[in-house]
């Protein structure tokens, strides 16, 4: 039985723990900060009272590391709400938000930008990543669509043929980028070492309103666990809520990956964490699956971004498949994880 008290412990929990790990991070870098100050320095941008902090100190956290840390924060927020949906989607706790080619669909339209700048004459890569994806989501959908359904299991299988297909765009281009070589392969690692405040509103805006609205979708998304007739006879409508949250996850997902690359791990193993924990109810396995990707998106990035425990500095996709690999087959080896 649901129940609303359990959702806002969760969340209240969650929602503090993230918080002291962003004050934690922030702290953190080759100018060591401390958390009091740190606190004192977000107060200040926020404009809630005015606390005395040293300019440098609050030009460091304002200016250099809060923007990167609410942006992993952002990403992983959008990142493990989309694979909970994917998983309870496709039914299968390996799904993740690239199952369908988004993550490939923002790195052709990325690579693109970077190793062709004469013909994506845009500036940056954000919006080639976001278009990229979008577009990827919508032809597998088409090509699995016929006559008014979209089987689950054509719709996997488009996906990994288009995703084998733009991989090998991706890797043409790549060759043939010559002096943006670098540039290319670090964003397909998935990265968050150039974040600005325009990357968190680029990506902000849309996660959280996305988020929301699926939000309203999860007694649908419990139900589609039933099965596709059993939920039409329960009354949800089932195409059309498929397409809706199929839209949704992949929005959310291409508003992450244009603004920090190919992050992989974070929705596939966040999302099966938290069901374990809380159990397989959408309305309490997204919210909380949300704010846990976010809080270990930021500590993945703090690794990286300091290079704690004897690590060098290095892209955030490499510590999440570093931590997330080993971890997932812990999972697989330790606990059931065969069914929803």
């Known amino acids: 039985m649901f129940r609303p008290g359990r959702l806002g412990s969760w969340s209240i929990g969650l929602s503090a723990l993230l918080i002291c790990v962003v004050i934690a991070s922030a702290a953190l870098g080759p100018v060591r900060i401390?958390?009091?100050?740190?606190?004192?320095?977000?107060?200040?941008?926020?404009?809630?009272?005015?606390?005395?902090?040293?300019?440098?100190?609050?030009?460091?956290?304002?200016?250099?590391?809060?923007?990167?840390?609410?942006?992993?924060?952002?990403?992983?927020f959008a990142l493990a709400a989309a694979g909970t949906v994917m998983q309870g989607f496709f039914r299968n706790p390996l799904a993740d938000p690239s199952i369908i080619g988004v993550s490939s669909g923002a790195a052709v339209g990325a690579v693109a930008a970077i190793a062709f700048p004469a013909l994506v004459p845009i500036g940056s890569v954000h919006l080639p990543a976001f278009v990229g994806a979008l577009v990827t989501a919508f032809l597998v959908y088409a090509i699995a669509t016929e006559g008014g359904r979209?089987?689950?299991?054509?719709?996997?299988?488009?996906?990994?043929?288009?995703?084998?297909?733009?991989?090998?765009?991706?890797?043409?281009?790549?060759?043939?980028?010559?002096?943006?070589?670098?540039?290319?392969?670090?964003?397909?690692m998935g990265h968050l070492h150039r974040s600005s405040w325009g990357d968190v509103g680029f990506a902000l805006p849309v996660t959280?309103?996305?988020?929301?609205?699926?939000?309203?979708?999860?007694?649908?998304?419990?139900?589609?666990?039933?099965?596709?007739?059993?939920?039409?006879?329960?009354?949800?409508?089932?195409?059309?809520?498929?397409?809706?949250?199929?839209?949704?996850?992949?929005?959310?997902?291409?508003?992450?990956?244009?603004?920090?690359?190919?992050?992989?791990?974070?929705?596939?193993?966040?999302?099966?964490?938290?069901?374990?924990?809380?159990?397989?109810?959408?309305?309490?396995?997204?919210?909380?699956?949300?704010?846990?990707?976010?809080?270990?998106?930021?500590?993945?990035?703090?690794?990286?971004?300091?290079?704690?425990?004897?690590?060098?500095?290095?892209p955030v996709g490499i510590v999440t498949a570093t931590v997330g690999a080993p971890f997932f087959l812990y999972l697989l080896t330790s606990r059931e994880v065969h069914a929803l």
């Open 34 to 76: 401390d958390p009091l100050t740190v606190s004192r320095a977000i107060l200040n941008l926020a404009g809630v009272g005015v606390h005395e902090v040293p300019a440098t100190h609050q030009t460091i956290v304002a200016d250099v590391r809060l923007p990167r840390i609410l942006l992993a924060a952002t990403v992983g």
């Open 150 to 188: 979209t089987p689950v299991a054509t719709l996997l299988l488009a996906g990994v043929a288009i995703q084998a297909f733009l991989g090998a765009v991706i890797s043409f281009m790549v060759v043939h980028s010559g002096e943006n070589l670098r540039e290319a392969v670090i964003w397909m």
């Open 208 to 314: 959280v309103v996305g988020v929301l609205v699926l939000g309203a979708y999860t007694r649908e998304m419990n139900v589609l666990l039933l099965g596709e007739e059993d939920a039409q006879n329960l009354g949800v409508s089932v195409e059309r809520t498929k397409l809706l949250l199929l839209a949704l996850a992949s929005l959310v997902t291409a508003a992450g990956v244009a603004v920090a690359g190919v992050i992989g791990f974070v929705g596939l193993v966040v999302p099966h964490m938290m069901r374990l924990i809380v159990g397989p109810d959408h309305r309490i396995l997204l919210p909380t699956s949300a704010l846990a990707g976010a809080s270990f998106l930021v500590i993945a990035d703090t690794v990286a971004r300091v290079g704690a425990f004897g690590l060098p500095i290095v």
